[in-house]
């Protein structure tokens, strides 16, 4: 059988979200020059590009896990990504530990989700076979050397909320309501809502939640997903 002319191989689309602008530059620039990576979208607003109309036709999404305070996650925008295409590829970058984070990814979710260390010694193609390889469902954990598995009962209860609702808590806690939720994601508001329902009872403690159960359960998810300000 002949060789597949490598001309005739389709490049991988990509959707590229950072929240360094800098960054974002010299990276688009980086992308934009491998010959198998197609750029459909570069962003530093995860908004956009959950909103974006690329989402559907995009192979895999490289995500900066902190993009922001008043931001989604890197995590839950690629969950949220994933809602969308059930297809996309996820590639988590920071340059600080990930080893607790890349276990929050739920089993049914794991094929085609890595985590890729920022570090100054990964060569382009090494990045081009990553994307690709990921946005074929390859895993990959490209970690720092001294990112060790530690206990962390965080990722056990966020492990708990199924990926919808983690997308859906992680849109309430910019303050969205449930028919803005809704709009975000295609879905229903009473679908959204059912999903928070759902989702408070794993977050709040019945003899705590009282009436004010939303706040409560906003300020748990919050502290769950933290991430310092400095990681990037």
Known sequence: MALC???SVRATRLIYVENDPALLGVMSTLLSQLSLVE???ATTDPLEALASEHVEDADVA??????GRDALTGMDL??????RNPYIGIVIHSQHPMSTISRQVPQAQQMGWSFLAKTGTLKPQELSEILRSTAAGTSHRHLLADDHDVKDESSVTLRA???RQRT????????MSAPEIGEHLAISSDSVRKDLSKAYRS???PDVAGTDVRTKAVLAYLALVDIDDGNS
């Not at 690629?78 to 809602?83: P, T």
């Not at 859906?168 to 303050?175: P, Q, T």
Request: proline share 6%; no cysteine; glycine share 10%.
């Open 78 to 83: 690629g969950m949220a990504l994933r809602h």
């Open 5 to 7: 002319d490598a001309r």
């Open 161 to 163: 909320l199924t990926p």
């Open 39 to 41: 750029v459909l979208l």
């Open 168 to 175: 859906i808590m992680g849109l309430a806690s910019l303050g």
């Open 62 to 67: 490289l995500i900066d896990l902190a993009l």
């Open 203 to 205: 977050l709040v403690p």
